[in-house]
C-alpha cells in the first residue's frame, strides 16, 4: 500500500521568498510516481509538477521545483519568489506506475499555504 | 481547449434521496476517475475507468455508491439513499494514458450536502 505524509498543516511565507512544503511517502513499489496539485478556495485541483521515480533530476516548472530524495523517500515541493497568488492548499500525491493494476493517485492531508503581503 | 467539467456545482438534497453526479472529462481523454474530498477522510479515490475496461470499483465506500461511463466519455456518479456522511466534495479527474505516465486533471467539483 502507499502512503503519503504531509506534516505541515499550515506554512506562513513572506511575498518574494522561497518556501519548502514537505513531502514523505512510502511505497513497496519500485516504480512510481510522484505529484504535487494545488487546491485553491475555488476547489479546483490545479496540477503543478511531476516526478517519476526513475528520474534522475529533480523536476522543474517554473517556479516550482521538486527535491526528489529517492532514499530518504521525499519529493518536497520548492516554491521560488512567492507571490500572494500562491495562497492555497497544497497536496502531494503519489501513483503506481508503469503498468501496474492502482491508476489512481493517493494524496496526502495537504498543506495550507499563506503567503504575506 | 476544455478543462473537465462537472455539474451541478452545489448539490443539497435530503437524507434519503438519490442524486447523480455529472462529469465530462477532456475531449480524446481515455481514463477518467471519481475522487471524494472530505474533512475527516481528506481525498479517496472512488472509482476509475479506462477505455472499455471493466471499471476498478475498489474504492466505492458501500453499494449505494455507483458510476456508469456511456460511450467512453460522459460520466455519471449516482448515490442512493443518501446519508449526511456522504457529504463532500466530488472530484471528476480524467486523463490521456501515454505509457506509463499520465498528469489527471481535475474538475470543479461538486459539493454536495445531505440535510
Known amino acids: 500500500a502507499q502512503k503519503i505524509t504531509q506534516t505541515q498543516p499550515g506554512m506562513f511565507v513572506q511575498e518574494k521568498e522561497a518556501v519548502t512544503l514537505d513531502c514523505t511517502y512510502d511505497t513497496s513499489d519500485q516504480s512510481y510516481g510522484l505529484f504535487w496539485y494545488k487546491q485553491p478556495s475555488s476547489g479546483e485541483m490545479i496540477f503543478l509538477i511531476y516526478q517519476g521515480s526513475y528520474d534522475e533530476q529533480n523536476a522543474t516548472e517554473g517556479r516550482y521545483s521538486l527535491n526528489f530524495q529517492k532514499a530518504r523517500k521525499s519529493a518536497n515541493l520548492v516554491i521560488s519568489a512567492s507571490q500572494l497568488g500562491d495562497s492555497a492548499m497544497y497536496f502531494c500525491?503519489?501513483?503506481?506506475?508503469?503498468?501496474?493494476?492502482?491508476?489512481?493517485?493517493?494524496f496526502g492531508s495537504g498543506t495550507q499555504l499563506t503567503v504575506l503581503p | 481547449g476544455a478543462g473537465v467539467s462537472q455539474s451541478p456545482s452545489n448539490k443539497v438534497t435530503e437524507k434519503g434521496k438519490d442524486v447523480e453526479l455529472r462529469c465530462d472529462p477532456i475531449s480524446g481523454h481515455t481514463a477518467l476517475y471519481w475522487y471524494r474530498q472530505s474533512l475527516g477522510q481528506g481525498l479517496e479515490f472512488l472509482i476509475y475507468?479506462?477505455?472499455?475496461?471493466?471499471?476498478?470499483k475498489s474504492g466505492l465506500p458501500s453499494d449505494r455508491f455507483s458510476a456508469e461511463r456511456t460511450g467512453g466519455s460522459v460520466s455519471t456518479l449516482t448515490i442512493q439513499r443518501t446519508q449526511q456522511e456522504d457529504s463532500a466534495v466530488y472530484l471528476c479527474?480524467?486523463?490521456?494514458?501515454?505509457?506509463?505516465?499520465?498528469?489527471?486533471?481535475f474538475g470543479p467539483g461538486t459539493r454536495l450536502l445531505v440535510l
Open positions: 475507468f479506462q477505455g472499455n475496461s471493466a471499471p476498478d
Open positions: 500525491a503519489m501513483r503506481e506506475e508503469f503498468g501496474g493494476s492502482a491508476r489512481q493517485l493517493t
Open positions: 479527474a480524467s486523463s490521456l494514458a501515454v505509457g506509463g505516465y499520465e498528469t489527471q486533471y
